[in-house]
């Protein structure tokens, strides 16, 4: 069972603003930086976002992570059909001493 | 550049035990910490396991503690992870991940997450 919650799914056109949220709790969002992955069906997940809005080298600016209190977001700008895939929200849960996922946002490009 | 390579994956009896390695390269093994995740077919990512970059500290979820064990050679560049008493709910894809940030030698082990992943091993346990 899944810590920390995201919306199922979430869709845009291309061209759109995309945002998924996250939501934890005082023991992992609220004490620890978030991560965001990327990730498609058979391959092994990208890190598109870590310590809440670091963005990797590589890693296009269209996305961009923030986090408030025990919440997080992940907003994909000008959206393109490359960027349909799951997309997981992640941190340190210090409560439990252990890294929690999110239970991850389908993105779709319509 | 950095690259994880998983082996040890395959289909076993439920009942029986297995060890993944993740050989490691490209980067600073000996200062890192490095992370052990599974994907259940048709689930969300599970995080399984943490070991410090000394090979000190050792974190696990729930699920696996008691049965599964990380461990470490920093002489090879290598992570592994001792699965026992596997049953049918450990199918899995199982990935290796390196911690973002190094460690520092000295001061309380911190986890932040991982970067880089390897490609996986899939694990199937047949009943």
């Known amino acids: 069972q899944s810590v920390l919650t995201q919306s199922p799914s979430a869709s845009g056109t291309p061209g759109q603003r995309v945002t998924i949220s996250c939501s934890g709790s005082?023991?992992?969002?609220?004490?620890?930086?978030v991560n965001w992955y990327q990730h498609l069906p058979g391959m092994a997940p990208k890190v598109l976002i870590h310590s809440n809005n670091q963005r990797p080298s590589g890693v296009p600016d269209r996305f961009s992570g923030s986090k408030s209190g025990t919440s997080a977001s992940l907003a994909i700008s000008g959206l393109q059909s490359e960027d349909e895939a799951d997309y997981i929200c992640a941190a340190w849960d210090a409560g439990r001493n252990t890294y929690v996922f999110g239970t991850g946002t389908k993105v779709t490009v319509l | 550049q950095v690259q994880l390579v998983e082996s040890g994956g395959g289909v076993v009896q439920s009942g029986t035990s297995l060890r993944l390695s993740c050989a490691a390269s490209?980067?600073?093994?000996?200062?890192?910490?490095m992370h052990w995740v599974r994907q259940i077919p048709g689930e969300g990512l599970e995080w399984l396991a943490v070991i410090s970059y000394d090979g000190r500290n050792q974190h696990y979820a729930d699920k696996v503690k008691g049965r599964f064990t990380i461990s470490r050679d920093n002489s090879k560049n290598t992570v592994f992870l001792q699965m026992n008493s596997l049953n049918p709910e450990d199918t899995a894809v199982y990935y290796c991940?390196?911690?973002?940030?190094?460690?520092?030698?000295?001061?309380?082990?911190?986890?932040?997450?991982?970067?880089?992943w390897g490609q996986g091993t899939t694990v199937t346990v047949s009943s």
């Open positions: 005082s023991t992992n969002i609220g004490s620890n930086t």
């Open positions: 490209g980067f600073s093994f000996t200062t890192y910490g």
């Open positions: 991940a390196k911690e973002i940030y190094r460690g520092i030698a000295g001061s309380v082990y911190y986890y932040y997450g991982m970067d880089v």
